[in-house]
């Protein structure tokens, strides 16, 4: 059953034509433009299969073999898998695959190795750090005394020395390494020698590259940090929600960490199709996905460079661009609304130094799509000219909808 048939089927366009109107609209939304969000991809159907399968009425507070509630056989089942998977998939002893979100699972981390008021030393945001790693607006910022390293300002990489003197004058008890918007590998091993140096613990905040991971075009974060935390969608291409990694000294911690101390009954579907992404980051087909996710964010890369775009570290490892846009004469944010228009969807990213703000920009959704770098120069291209005024908005659109009608999502 494809998902165009599953929903025009299904019984809530009879009983709620209202929000199956809703949920329609938003399939054609996603279907005719170009889905460039760094943090977003195209679930396979058998993940939305487990989505809305009947595990979403299942209450499964605890772990397996160990729940509060009764009839729970099929959820452990489910979990069992799911842990199982993660932990082949990425070679670590222990996973815990009930976060919600990813800020759950970093909250956990958090809850696991520190008390509030310690020192904790991560990316800056305005360089590139999650809410998570700081922020006033954020449980971290207010629980915790964040220090922020930062990027150079020629190379865009992060400052290495930085880190190191931050680490020695301010002693943190944890040390955070993972971005929103960092296009380069980080070198785990670099922050693991510091961290060991200043006595902290390690956690890397591998939302965004833990796709790579899986399918072997980036380096791991799981034989250097204390903990790994992830999203296990992105580019890992699985349903919203958070996973965390770690040795089996801390298994015990981290577990309790989420259930009970940060969250209730985990959401036993959205672990079941937890457990479905991992299968298929397992295969063959998902390292060949994820080779030429990273292909054609260099291919997109180059041509927005050729354009005159800024683009931040010169290029990138992974599935993420980061550019400014000023060289053309637009800001980032003008830039994302007229883009917008033209149909091509993305984010506005701060840019590290000055108060300029830049676009952020992912390949994730659209190699889902079938796309390779030919399409990658085309999109630089087009993304350009739009913001030069050299294309309307419209004639754009149009463009995009041709593009994008020959690389479906979902099988119509
Ligand atoms: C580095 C990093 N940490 C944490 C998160 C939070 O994930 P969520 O939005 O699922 O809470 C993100 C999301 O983009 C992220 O990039």
Redesign the pocket.
Known sequence: MTVSHALEADVLRRQDPELADVLLGERERQSTTLQLIA?ENFTSPAVLAALGSPLANKYAEGYPGNRHHGGCEFADAAERLAVERAKALFGAEHANVQA???????LAAYAALLRPGDTVLALGLPHG?????GSPANFSGRWFDFVGYGVDAESGLIDHEQVRTLARTRRPKAIVC???SYPRHIDYAFFREVADEAGAHLIA????PMGLVAGGVAPSPVPYADIV?A?T??VLRGP???MILCGGELAERVDRAVFPFTQGGAQMHTVAAKAVAFGEAATPAFAAYAHQVVANARALAAALAAEGLLVTTGGTDTHLITADTAPLGVDGRTARGRLAAAGIVLDCCALPHGDGRGLRLGTAAVTTQGMGSREMTYVGGLLASVLRGGTEAARAREDVRELVAAFPPYPR
């Open positions: 943090a919600h979100s990813g800020s759950s699972a970093v750090g999650h809410l998570t790693h993972g971005s929103i905040d591998a939302a965004h935390c999203t969608h992105k919203r929600g958070g």
